[in-house]
């Protein structure tokens, strides 16, 4: 869905990222639904943390990143877990966005609470403006933890 929208929001390209088959499918499968053009989009059946670990490495850079970082999954090399690898995950996303860029981040990992997300974000860089997003009905209590994390982090 992301996808679909940054192309009806007139995106000049687009770069879709699922090591799941099926999720690559059915992305197809809605751009063929909503009759948009397929030309200017990438879809890349591999590892996104991996990509853009490689796309930080080479210079890669994009105006918009959505990450929504899964709580673990079993990956190319090993099982990726989100509290081993989130500052990782999120300083290799920042390094690609062009001066300005937008990065969305959001996981419903259990094990973070959304002090510590934007912890991390805040250690990673200082030249970003970080807002949370929180769905209209979800809060966090004290010692209890929102399932949906979300942030909109810009580049300054």
């Not at 009806?8 to 992305?27: F, I």
């Not at 499968?29 to 989009?41: A, P, S």
């Not at 673990?72 to 877990?81: L, Q």
């Not at 290799?92 to 937008?102: A, E, F, I, M």
């Amino acid at each position: 869905s992301y996808s679909v929208c940054a192309v009806v929001g007139s995106a000049k390209t687009v770069t879709s990222v699922d090591l799941n088959k099926n999720n690559l499918n059915w992305s197809r499968r809605n751009f063929e639904i909503n009759n948009l053009l397929q030309e200017n989009h990438k879809f890349l059946l591999r590892d996104s943390t991996s990509y853009i670990q490689q796309c930080s490495e080479k210079n890669i850079k994009f105006d918009l990143i959505v990450c929504d970082a899964p709580a673990f999954y079993r990956r190319e090399k090993g099982i990726f877990k989100i509290e081993n690898e989130i500052t990782a995950l999120i300083k290799n996303c920042l390094s690609c966005l062009n001066p300005n860029g937008h990065f969305l981040f959001s996981t419903t990992a259990d094990d973070l609470y959304i002090d510590q997300i934007k912890q991390i974000i805040s250690s990673t860089t200082k030249n970003v403006e970080i807002n949370c997003i929180l769905p209209s009905m979800d809060f966090e209590f004290p010692d209890e933890k929102s399932n949906l994390k979300s942030f909109l982090i810009q580049l300054k």
